[in-house]
């Protein structure tokens, strides 16, 4: 197991140790392949990639991003839509080239379809380099909910109901949240060459634990990131408190 983890005091430390990461990883390879996460928890990351980019300390024109995520039935439109979200928060922001930054497609008309062009677009450049996840209070990575099988590639899900509920509190009201995802599957996230957890908060303290310490089991999906030759784990004090 080669998990390196980094506990940063102040929320500006931990940015700034998932930015320094992330910009490493473009300066060693200015065309690399990268799995990026939505959510709270990247929000001050994608900011500070912004400013470094429009201050000229990192440049993105060759990078070729990829999102774990989107849900099934949103347009790209949507401000509730993961595309929207990436658009907005980082994408419109930097000086990638928008052809080379992919979501899954949540309104194609044939979903199973979607999942394999998608899976085939990344394995057809040998998969991530790098990649960087957020976990959610049951250890979920992308929308692989316990139980998914390790073997899994990119698939539609129906989301279970702590993850509706977690989520839905963004949607003007319950019933307007998907009940389905597109999520790269936990084979697929595996495959990349280096992977960066990113955790903050008290509540994840319990789930890091059992990801990091734990026995390796799809029941805890960030468990399997144990097996993995290239891990960072960049966590806040109160996130690593158990550790």
């Known amino acids: 197991m080669a998990v390196k983890t980094v506990v940063c005091e102040t929320l500006e430390k931990w940015t700034n140790a998932v930015a320094d990461e992330i910009q490493k990883a473009v300066e060693e390879k200015p065309d690399l392949t990268m799995i990026l996460a939505t959510g709270s928890t990247p929000e001050p990351v994608y900011d500070e990639l912004v400013k470094r980019c429009k201050e000229g300390k990192v440049s993105f024109r060759d ?44 309104m194609a008309a044939d979903m199973e379809q979607e999942s394999r062009d998608y899976e085939n677009a ?55 949240m998907p009940h389905k995802a597109i999520t790269m599957g936990l084979y697929t996230i595996l495959q990349s060459k280096t992977i960066l957890l990113m955790v903050r908060g008290a509540k994840k303290a319990g789930i890091l634990k059992a990801a990091l310490t734990g026995p390796m ?22 996130a690593a408190a158990l550790l």
């Open 217 to 238: 089991t799809e029941q805890v999906p960030a468990s399997l990131l144990q097996k993995h030759p290239d891990v960072i784990v960049v966590a806040d004090a109160e």
């Open 122 to 176: 990344l394995a057809a450049r040998g998969y991530a380099d790098f990649a960087i996840l957020g976990m959610g209070m049951n250890g979920h990575i992308g929308f692989n909910e316990p139980g998914t099988s390790a073997d899994q590639k990119t698939h539609v899900v129906e989301l279970t109901q702590s993850t509706i509920d977690a989520n839905s509190v963004n949607f003007n009201s319950p019933e307007e």
């Open 63 to 106: 990078l070729h991003s990829y999102n774990l995520d989107e849900y099934v039935g949103l347009p790209a439109s949507d401000v509730n839509s993961y595309r929207y979200y990436m658009e907005n928060r980082l994408f419109r922001h930097i000086d990638a080239d928008p052809k080379n930054l992919h979501l899954p497609n949540g």
